[in-house]
């Protein structure tokens, strides 16, 4: 139960970063709005404007990139979580196979679980 909690707060926290990096964004994109309100038409200000533009779209871009990285990270937490969960399950159930130590079920070498979370990857993207 304290687990779940403390699972609890740090998604709460999570959530309360996003929001506040989203709130900066926001910020950030009327500050733009203002400045280039504030730079009316003219031929070199359009330019200006066009290149601005290609920066905000390329930063957010990359930021979009950052997000998407946390996110497969995350998900392949949760799958190893949901996999040693599950055979923990098992084991105890009596069920095949006939282990009861999780160790000897789960003990892979770290190639394997690489190659196992770069498939798992591969499949995400593809999804």
């Known amino acids: 139960e304290k687990e779940m909690w403390n699972r609890e707060k740090l998604s709460l926290q999570k959530s309360l970063k996003q929001a506040n990096a989203e709130l900066s964004k926001l910020r950030a994109e009327l500050r733009s709005e203002a400045f280039l309100r504030e730079l009316g ?14 920066y905000l779209r390329a930063e957010s871009f990359r930021k979009a990139l950052i997000y998407q990285k946390k996110y497969l990270l995350l998900l392949l937490g949760g799958f190893q979580e949901c ?12 069920g095949q196979p006939s282990y009861t130590d999780l160790e000897i079920i789960t003990h892979h070498s770290k190639g394997f679980t690489r190659f196992r979370s770069a498939v798992r990857v591969s499949i995400a993207i593809s999804r």
């Open 41 to 54: 038409s003219d031929s070199e200000n359009a330019v200006l404007r066009r290149i601005y533009g290609k």
């Open 83 to 94: 996999e040693e969960a599950t055979l923990a399950l098992i084991a105890r159930m009596g």
